[in-house]
């Protein structure tokens, strides 16, 4: 069990100012407050589990006026040494673009821009399976950013429509394992979305709704241990027949603004095939 063939190098920043200050998803809810000291904890467990799992992290430093930058994945799409920076949908997340840009241009990746008139949010929207990116467009990113992020990668892309506003990102419901298999949540995309994914994944392991809602699909894969916010019975079997290890993160004051294990990273060695 290799897993995917990246997912050994993450991005991530402290949730030193995380906090629900705003309402973007159905998540989200003000008056909810954030334990911060919890959040840190559970944050520095993350980022140890994914170390011992043989993952290096790089950091990134949090801003006090931009909460959700602890969201990496948004940050943008990755693609070797190119950084597509995200468009975000909402006003709130908007300045979160040039710390993730800054960072990326410190470190010499070619920065490639969207246009402004579209939206597309990173990898949240954006996860590569098989010699393909698969883009979830609806809730956070527009279809029309697929062509673009086609023409500035050169990968093939393959678009995916979420319907569930609970799962208004593509990584709530699309885990790439390894080169054969994916947890995947149809429950949140339409039909043919669901046929695009049956058609490229050649074992796939089905969440049932409450499974989906549970973020099971918000984990982080490291070579064969899946790093999960939670993980029912019958998943952690089939992951165990698969020959995967689970370890469950408790990430739950992230979740209070719609993040999971998945959320809170960005891979960095992700390489997008040519077409």
């Not at 990326?104 to 246009?115: E, M, N, Q, T, V």
């Not at 500035?152 to 080169?179: K, W």
């Not at 039909?191 to 994914?197: A, E, N, P, T």
Request: with cysteine.
């Amino acid at each position: 069990m290799s897993g995917p063939g990246w997912g050994r190098r993450y991005l991530m920043c402290p949730p030193s100012y995380f906090g629900v200050l705003y309402e973007i998803n159905p998540w989200m809810h003000r008056e909810v407050a954030v334990d911060r000291d919890r959040a840190r904890e559970q944050w520095e467990n993350l980022r140890a589990t994914l170390t011992a799992a043989g993952a290096e992290v790089e950091t990134m430093d949090p801003e006090a006026a931009v909460p959700d930058l602890v969201f990496t994945a948004n940050a943008g799409v990755v693609n070797g040494g190119q950084f597509v920076p995200a468009r975000f949908r909402h006003a709130e997340r908007r300045p979160e673009t040039e710390h993730d840009v800054a960072w990326f241009s410190a470190r010499g990746y070619d920065i490639s821009l969207l246009p402004e008139d579209v939206c597309q949010e990173g990898a949240g929207d954006g996860l590569p399976f098989a010699g393909v990116l698969l883009a979830g467009y609806r809730w956070r990113s527009d279809a029309a950013s697929h062509a673009y992020l086609s023409a500035l990668t050169g990968a093939a892309v393959r678009s995916i429509e979420l319907v569930d506003e609970r799962l208004y990102h593509l990584d709530l419901t699309f885990c790439p394992l390894d080169d054969r298999r994916a947890i995947v949540a149809p429950t949140g995309w339409d039909r043919y979305g669901w046929r695009v994914v049956e058609a490229l994944v050649p074992e796939l392991l089905v969440l049932e709704a409450d499974e989906a809602l549970a973020f099971c699909a918000n984990s982080v894969v490291v070579g064969s241990r899946i790093v999960m916010p939670s993980c029912p019975p019958r998943v952690g079997r089939q992951l165990e027949k698969w020959g995967f290890d689970v370890e469950v993160c408790e990430v739950g004051e992230f979740l209070k603004a719609g993040g999971g294990c998945r959320c809170l990273t960005l891979a960095l060695d992700v390489s997008l095939h040519p077409r």
